[in-house]
């Protein structure tokens, strides 16, 4: 595609359900990232993938978080009993090599609000 | 720890005014900055970015300073139009540090 996709958009659930988000990066591009922003709070850092691989997963903010990448292609973020503070906009990044001053390009996001 | 801060939450503009939007930073091995701007419902966007062996980087209506002394960085919009009004992040990154680390936001409001 010509940008990096995410879906849902948009997800409610309800605390304990588990979820699952999904990345489409740019097509070639090696290095996918995986960010959140809660309300009134920055860019928060979750993981990134060089390849298929997770090199730094201290990012995540419990171990009810995890993802992967399979085929150096798709990601997805999988959130275990969610809790009420999950709720944020979760977006992915892409970028054409892993390179923290390579530009990112991100998808739109995924709203998930946690009831 | 918030290593890049935006202290200013928003920010009021007149078009054709200029718009100044703040950052500064408490990691003195950042050597790379960004700014990516973010309409509502969509990704951010890259903007600018500067080097440290630079002091400033201009594209077009766009100019990024930087204070390595001060450990501060900012974005001049001139002359800012409506279409400019979003969300604005300021992020870092270290040599061979391995992400951007954002700051906060500064939402711009640029008005008629």
């Known amino acids: 595609g010509a940008g990096v996709s995410q879906s849902p958009s948009n997800k409610v659930t309800e605390k304990g359900k588990d979820v699952e988000l999904r990345c489409d990066p740019i097509?070639?591009?090696?290095?996918l990232y995986w960010y959140r922003q809660s309300l009134g709070q920055g860019l928060e850092f979750l993981i990134y993938?060089?390849?298929?691989?997770?090199?730094?997963k201290s990012g995540l903010p419990s171990d009810r978080f995890s993802a992967e990448r399979t085929g150096g292609s798709v990601s997805t973020l999988t959130i275990q009993r969610t809790q009420q503070e999950d709720s944020a906009v979760y977006l992915c990044?892409?970028?054409?090599?892993?390179?923290?001053?390579?530009?990112?390009?991100f998808g739109s996001g995924t709203q998930l609000s946690v009831l | 720890d918030q290593q890049v801060k935006q202290n200013s939450p928003s920010l009021s503009v007149q078009e054709g005014r200029i718009s100044i939007l703040n950052c500064d930073y408490t990691?003195?091995?950042?050597?790379?900055f960004l700014w990516y701007k973010k309409y509502p419902a969509e990704g951010p966007t890259f903007l600018i970015s500067?080097?440290?062996?630079?002091d400033k980087n201009e594209d077009g209506r766009f100019t990024v300073f930087l204070n390595k002394s001060a450990k501060h960085l900012s974005l001049h919009i001139v002359p800012s139009q409506p279409g400019d009004s979003a969300v604005y992040f300021c992020?870092?990154?270290?040599?061979?540090?391995?992400?951007?680390?954002f700051g906060t936001g500064t939402r711009l409001q640029v008005f008629p």
């Open positions: 990044a892409s970028s054409l090599s892993y390179d923290a001053n390579e530009k990112l390009f």
């Open positions: 097509s070639g591009h090696t290095a």
């Open positions: 993938f060089q390849g298929n691989s997770a090199p730094d």
């Open positions: 990691n003195s091995m950042f050597d790379y």
């Open positions: 500067i080097s440290s062996i630079k």
């Open positions: 992020a870092a990154s270290a040599h061979g540090g391995d992400k951007l680390i």
